[in-house]
């Protein structure tokens, strides 16, 4: 099949399954004028996030890697209104878009976004005992995976999830000996969660709007 035909399928998948509304068409909008990478998730994977967290009956979310937001407003839009969800993003300007677009979309009072890199502001977290969270995402630089999934070990409780976000990087992750720092750090992060004790998970392969790629899917066990 064709990109085109992907994209065609995406097309019907989210018409019919998950539509845009204003706010989220706004979100979208706002993080193209502000110049930000168009590497967020489809509405149709925004859509999944949003149904996992309300089939994990999640209150607390953390989202490692926050872009525009629009993924956190899928993921916020699934918690109650005493709810609470910490996005983590390394960039200010792309924080600033995220934070605008929660408040435009009417979720500023669950939503917090935090600025810095990932590997300093989690050790707050965790002094703070702002866990334990009952689902977490992880959309950042693919090169730190693995230490993202020991922090969301560290942060989470038996029964939690925990999502990674690109994991097959157009297939390279079955290349062992590539060079890419990003397809390494993936790789060391499914192997990782394959040995790790306190995780049963797994990994599916998508292809879409935003190409060939897929998530890896960890449930935290006792």
Request: hydrophobic fraction near 45%; avoid cysteine.
């Amino acid at each position: 099949m064709s990109q085109e035909q992907w994209n065609a399928v995406d097309r019907y998948f989210t018409d019919q399954l998950a539509p845009g509304d204003e706010a989220l068409s706004a979100a979208l909008a706002a993080s193209d004028a502000a110049g930000l990478p168009a590497i967020g998730v489809a509405p149709n994977q925004g859509k999944l996030l949003q149904l996992l967290a309300r089939i994990q009956g999640a209150r607390t979310v953390l989202e490692i890697g926050t872009l525009g937001g629009y993924s956190t407003i899928w993921l916020a839009r699934a918690l109650p209104e005493d709810g609470k969800l910490i996005s983590l993003e390394y960039d200010p300007r792309h924080a600033e878009v995220a934070r605008a677009n929660l408040v435009h979309a009417g979720l500023d009072k669950i939503t917090e976004v935090r600025t810095g890199p990932a590997l300093e502001t989690l050790p707050v977290l965790l002094a703070e005992d702002a866990g334990p969270f009952d689902l977490v995402f992880i959309d950042a630089d693919k090169r730190n995976n693995p230490h993202y999934v020991e922090w969301a070990l560290k942060l989470t409780r038996p029964g939690s999830v925990i999502i990674v976000d690109n994991v097959v990087r157009n297939g390279a992750v079955a290349d062992a000996d590539s060079t890419d720092a990003s397809v390494q750090g993936t790789r060391r992060a499914i192997e990782l969660m394959a040995e790790h004790p306190r995780l049963s998970a797994t990994a599916v392969q998508t292809v879409g709007s935003k190409g060939y790629d897929g998530f890896a899917l960890a449930h935290v066990l006792a």
